[in-house]
């Protein structure tokens, strides 16, 4: 039986005058792109940029919606009622919606950002919130979350939740998510080592030295590091090359 994973890119967080990461060069790399929705990046032209790009390599689209943080890139985090929060989400969703389908595609996905993603993981109301308002909109769309009690609870609310994990981040002791202020360059390799290990064996590497069990259904990487599209090209590469066949969630 053919091992499959989905790797999911973080991109089109450009925003005016301001450019971030290299979106061409790096999305042939991944299977499904999380498209900043204007909360933390992503102005109107940079999502139908984004989109094109995406169309062009034949990957799967999703919106990627953030805490209201454009000064702090949505990685600082807010207090904001699940109800509100809910609203925000589906109002970045609907604007990619809007561009994607001017453009002939459909969203796949809805993943959230930066300190909005871990706050769902830690506040069971918030991802609950999520989950309903998300399957409300489409119960076809994936959810994805973390592993762990929010995926679950936004699952138990009705969405349909893919689970992943993180190959170019770190895990602290307790399994949480560190969230980095400014994205620095990874070893390609070690990073690939990662994403095979996790696919193989569903164990990752905590900052502590210790393992964890992680199932997943797809592997993150983001487009905002300055060797971003050579991670992606090594890790995609080594995957394929030890028989894991790459695409987008089914």
Known sequence: MTLTIDINGDAG???GRWTLGDDASFLPHVSSVNIACGFHGGDPSTMRSTVRIAKQAGI????????????GFGRRMMSIAPDEMADYTLYQLGALAAIAHSEGMTIAHVKPHGAFYKACSLDMNLSKAIGAAIAAYDPKLFLVLLAGPGAD????????????AFIDLDYDADGGLIIERIARPREPSLVAARALRV?????????????????????????????????????KETLQAKGVAVTPLR
Request: hydrophobic share 45%.
């Open 153 to 164: 609870a936004a699952e138990a609310a009705g969405a349909r939740v893919a689970r992943e």
């Open 13 to 15: 967080e450009s925003y």
């Open 199 to 235: 696919v193989r064996e569903g164990k990752l590497t905590k900052i502590d030295g210790a393992d964890m069990n992680v199932a997943v259904s797809t592997l993150c990487l983001h487009g905002d590091r300055p060797n971003s599209a050579e991670v992606a090209r090594v890790v």
């Open 60 to 71: 799967a689209i999703g919106a990627h919606p953030s805490f209201p943080d454009l000064m």
